[in-house]
C-alpha cells in the first residue's frame, strides 16, 4: 500500500488553503501542488474546487520556464 501524504486525514487549515490559492496563481501542478501540501493530488483538487479555486493550466509554462 502507498505511503499516506503528511497531512492525511486532517483539516484543511486557512494558511493550507492561502497555500493553495498561492500555488494554483503560480500555475503550480496539481500533483506538486499536493507534495508541498502533504496531501494527495485529488484532496487538492476537491479543496480547491470547494474553495472556488481552478486549478486550469493557464496559457504559461510552470516555474517560469520560458524560451527566450
Known sequence: MAKEPK???KQWSKEDVAQLKELAK???PTRVAGLKL????EAVQAKASEVGVSL???NQSPYNRRKP
Open 56 to 58: 486550469k493550466p493557464t
Open 26 to 28: 503560480q500555475n503550480t
Open 7 to 9: 497531512n492525511h486525514g
Open 38 to 41: 502533504g496531501r494527495t493530488a
